[in-house]
Nanobody, 125 residues
Framework: VQLQASGGGSVQAGGSLRLSCATSGRTFDMYAMGWFRQVPGKEREFVAAISWTGGTTVYADSVKGRFTISRDNAKSTVYLLMNSLKPEDTAVYYC???????????????????WGQGTLVTVSS
């Protein structure tokens, strides 16, 4: 199973970015997906998760109303649209997925078994 995150970059506060995570190696539409982020020296932090159908989404309070997670099962890709970005959103963003089919994970890193390599998002003030 491979997860490939992309779309990071540098943006000014108030701007937008869309991250993508392409997956391969298994049937994408059987698995939930999630996004986490990490700042050097801090623990990896949950951002958002989406069920295998896309019908259920969960967000961290810090991004609710600004970020939107979505998926295209035909393209085996999950997205994270980030609007109204703030300097505190600066981090390396990781996509992740559980091993178990039809399972909706929560906000804890140990609930996810597969991780992408991360993509850096830098928001300047």
């Amino acid at each position: 199973v491979q997860l490939q995150a992309s779309g990071g970059g540098s943006v000014q506060a108030g701007g937008s970015l869309r991250l993508s995570c392409a997956t391969s190696g298994r049937t994408f539409d059987m698995y939930a997906m999630g996004w986490f982020r990490q700042v050097p020296g801090k623990e990896r932090e949950f951002v958002a998760a989406i069920s295998w159908t896309g019908g259920t989404t969960v967000y961290a309070d810090s991004v609710k109303g600004r970020f939107t997670i979505s998926r295209d099962n035909a393209k085996s890709t999950v997205y994270l649209l980030m609007n109204s970005l703030k300097p505190e959103d600066t981090a390396v963003y990781y996509c992740a997925s559980p091993r178990k089919v039809y399972s909706m994970p929560g906000a804890r890193t140990h609930e996810y078994d597969y991780w992408g390599q991360g993509t850096l998002v830098t928001v300047s003030s």
